[in-house]
C-alpha cells in the first residue's frame, strides 16, 4: 500500500467523486492512510470533518502562508483546540512563500505566523507540514531554530530546493515530500535530491489536486497516480517500486505517530 501524505480533498475539484474516492476508490487502487492538509482556516476545518468521515483520512490544520488573512488569534485558538482530535495528526501546511510578497513587511508577517504555527505545534506535541517557495534560506534558518529548541520533526512538502538543503534537514531528522514533480522534465534540481538523500528519509505526496504527473500532468491530480511517484522514485534510486512503497509507508508512520495502520 501506499501512504499519501499530501492531500486536498476538501478541493471543489473533488466536489463530484469525493465520496467515491474517499470510501473506496482509493483502497481500490493501493492507497492506505491519507492525510488532508489545510491550507485556509476554511480548509482546517473541512479537512477536519473528512477525518472525521472516513476512517482512512487524517486531517492536519494550518494556515497556508498566502492565507494572510486568516491569520488571526481566534483562528489559531480553534487550531490549538481541535489539535487534541485523535485524527489529527500534525500542523500544517505552514511555512514561508516568497513568491508573490516582495515587500519587507509581508515577509515579516509570514514568519511571525510561521514561527507562531511552529510553536503551536510544540504545545500540542504534534510534527510540522512545511511549505516554501523562493524562501529556502528563510525557512531553514527558522527550522534549525526551531529544531534546537523543541527538537521535533516534520515533513518539507513539495521539496524543490538542492540537494545540500536537502541534507541539512535530514541532518536534523526530517523527511522530504517527493511528488508528481519528480517526473517532470524540468525537475533536475529535485531529481539529484531524491539521488542524494536516503529512502528513509522520504514520503510520497501529491499535494492533489495540483502537480499531477507524467503521464497525466496537466490533469486533475489525486492519489491514485501516486503510483507514478513511486516509479520515478524506484528508478532513480535502482531498487524495487514494492521496496519504495514499503519504505516510505513506514516513514510516514514514523512521522504521523497517531495514524493507524492501514494496509
Known amino acids: 500500500m ?9 478541493d471543489e475539484k473533488f466536489d463530484e467523486d ?3 474516492l474517499l470510501s473506496h476508490l482509493l483502497r481500490e487502487n493501493n492507497i492506505g492512510n491519507v492525510i488532508n492538509v489545510g491550507a485556509s482556516f476554511r480548509g482546517c476545518q473541512d479537512s477536519l470533518k473528512l477525518a472525521e468521515t472516513y476512517d482512512n483520512v487524517y486531517a492536519a490544520l494550518g494556515i497556508h ?5 486568516d491569520f488571526t488569534e481566534e483562528n489559531l485558538s480553534w487550531i490549538k483546540k481541535n489539535a487534541t482530535n485523535p485524527k489529527v495528526v500534525a500542523i500544517g501546511e505552514i511555512g514561508l512563500d516568497y513568491y508573490w510578497i516582495k515587500d519587507d513587511e509581508g515577509r515579516a508577517k509570514q514568519r511571525l505566523w510561521f514561527k507562531r504555527q511552529l510553536e503551536l505545534a510544540n504545545e500540542v506535541d504534534l510534527p510540522v507540514i512545511i511549505h516554501s517557495r523562493d524562501a529556502a534560506e ?9 529544531n534546537t529548541h523543541y527538537n521535533k520533526k516534520g515533513i518539507i512538502h ?16 526530517w523527511y522530504i ?6 517526473t517532470f522534465k524540468n525537475s533536475k534540481k529535485l531529481v539529484e535530491a531524491v539521488k542524494a538523500i536516503p529512502i528513509e528519509s522520504i514520503v510520497l505526496e501529491t499535494d492533489c489536486p495540483y502537480m499531477a504527473p507524467v503521464p497525466h500532468r ?20 535502482e531498487m524495487s517500486v514494492d521496496d ?16 493507524k495502520r492501514n494496509d
Open 18 to 20: 469525493r465520496v467515491e
Open 158 to 173: 513539495c521539496y524543490s530546493y538542492s540537494k545540500e538543503i536537502a541534507l541539512e534537514y535530514i541532518k536534523m531528522g
Open 2 to 10: 501506499i501512504f499519501e501524505t499530501h492531500a486536498h480533498y476538501d
Open 244 to 259: 519504495v512503497e514499503r519504505i516510505t509507508y513506514e516513514n510516514a508512520l514514523n512521522i504521523y505517530s497517531k495514524c
Open 177 to 182: 515530500g517527493v511528488g508528481g514533480v519528480v
Open 218 to 237: 496537466g490533469e486533475r491530480n489525486s492519489s491514485i497516480y501516486l503510483k507514478y511517484v513511486a516509479e520515478k522514485i524506484a528508478e532513480l534510486k
Open 65 to 69: 502562508p498566502e492565507e494572510l488573512e
Open 138 to 146: 528563510d525557512t531553514l534558518n527558522t527550522i534549525v531554530e526551531y
